[in-house]
């Protein structure tokens, strides 16, 4: 049995308000667990995978901070690091720190590392995580080298320093052919961008065959109609949207046709004012026999509202006014429109940084907000199946976060 799920058990079996130590001596009492706790973190915190460091050329200065080291040789053998004044950059204050010679102690030995430290982490902030980006100016290009390497740096207020410690080899940094030295001075900048956790999800569900998604629209006295290029029906509620149709009795274009459009019209209260996928089947219904006429359409209609869309030409006015080919009977005609599909769209709270979020901030949250507790199981195991969340989960396990909540109450977790 793995330790996780000894830990589900015991949570099934005694209430969240139990004291670190018994829950401490619960796990090590196995000598199954131990291993598998040394295993994981060991996987997932002390043998981070390398990455490799991309160098790309662009024209554009970094966005965060920018300096100018001249007569540079002056330092160039030296491991101590150069510390520039603190910059703002994402909210927070910074310091680029530049090693001329190789941070030795993380593996920098041959090569000029770079780093970005963080001056200020708030009280609240457990976890900082950021994009970085070097940059070093390549004379000969007229352009910036800028290095990454595509993972995301995690700041906190145990770990101040992110960067690379081999950014790049001295013997070629140093080696003006390669234009990252201009005489005695080279120009270093990095650019910082602070991931915020995402607060909102939108699910769209393309729906087949939505409930009432047929309107019929008999038109009586045909011929009576006037002189007005397009005609409209009433309104119908298909989705979360309005719709009706339109017609052209005469056609708008050249050839003289019947037109039927569909236009989506607004939105109901409380839904989300997004495109609006919807696939149509327009029909002219023949009045004699099952000769109707069909056109099948798909389009992404807009928040705006739009000229509708459809077909210019569902018949011709000649084939129409032919009462024998049972489409105009009486001088009336039925149009029907079927939506096939439509789009519904919602938007909510991203569940997983929900969990995050109380997991981020126990003591404060947790008597408020997790006051159902009989699937918590469940979630912690949700958590746990990715490989980033694991400390979070053995923060709630071995810390005892939950330890004031009462795990009595039936039902849900409650939702914000």
């Not at 996987?43 to 001249?70: D, G, H, N, Q, W």
């Not at 569902?314 to 789009?343: A, M, Q």
């Amino acid at each position: 049995m793995t330790l996780f799920s000894r830990v589900l058990l015991f949570l099934k079996k005694k209430s969240f308000s139990i004291a670190v130590s018994s829950l401490y001596f619960y796990i090590c009492k196995s000598h199954f667990c131990l291993p598998y706790i040394y295993t994981t973190l060991k996987s997932t915190i002390f043998c981070p995978k390398k990455f490799i460091i991309m160098e790309t050329l662009r024209e554009e200065a970094p966005s965060s901070y920018l300096m100018k080291l001249v007569g540079f040789s002056e330092v160039k053998f030296s491991h101590q690091p150069y510390e520039s004044a603190d910059f703002d950059a994402a909210g927070h204050k910074w310091r680029l720190i530049f090693y001329p010679a190789g941070k030795v102690e993380e593996g920098g030995k041959d090569h000029i590392s770079i780093y970005a430290r963080v001056e200020n982490v708030g009280a609240s902030e457990m976890q900082i995580d950021v994009e970085l980006k070097f940059f070093l100016y390549n004379h000969n290009a007229k352009k910036y080298s800028v290095f990454q390497d595509g993972t995301v740096k995690h700041y906190s207020k145990e770990k101040k320093e992110c960067g690379f410690a081999q950014m790049l080899l001295r013997s070629k940094f140093n080696d003006p052919k390669n234009g990252y030295t201009d005489g005695d001075a080279c120009i270093v900048g990095v650019e910082i961008f602070v991931i915020k956790p995402i607060e909102k999800v939108e699910r769209v569900v393309f729906t087949q065959n939505p409930p009432t998604n047929k309107f019929t629209w008999k038109i009586s006295d045909f011929s009576k109609l006037g002189d007005k290029k397009y005609h409209y029906s009433d309104e119908f509620v298909v989705g979360e949207r309005k719709w009706r149709i339109k017609i052209s009795p005469k056609g708008d274009k050249k050839v003289r046709a019947l037109s039927v459009y569909v236009q989506a019209m607004e939105y109901l209260p409380n839904a989300v004012a997004s495109t609006t996928y919807a696939k149509l089947k327009l029909q002219l219904m023949n009045q004699k026999n099952t000769n109707h006429i069909e056109k099948r359409v798909f389009h992404f209609f807009s928040r705006e509202k739009e000229d509708g869309y459809g077909t210019s030409e569902l018949i011709s006015v000649e084939d129409l006014n032919d009462e024998s080919k049972g489409y105009l009977v009486e001088d009336t005609i039925v149009l029907e429109t079927t939506l096939l599909c439509v789009t519904e769209t919602k938007v909510k709270l991203c569940d997983m940084c929900k969990y995050k979020f109380f997991l981020l901030n126990p003591r404060q949250h947790a008597k408020s907000h997790w006051k159902k507790k009989k699937n918590m199981h469940n979630h912690l195991l949700q958590l746990w199946c990715n490989p980033h969340n694991r400390l979070y989960v053995f923060g709630v396990v071995f810390l005892g976060l939950f330890d004031n909540v009462d795990a009595s109450a039936e039902g849900e977790v409650y939702q914000i």
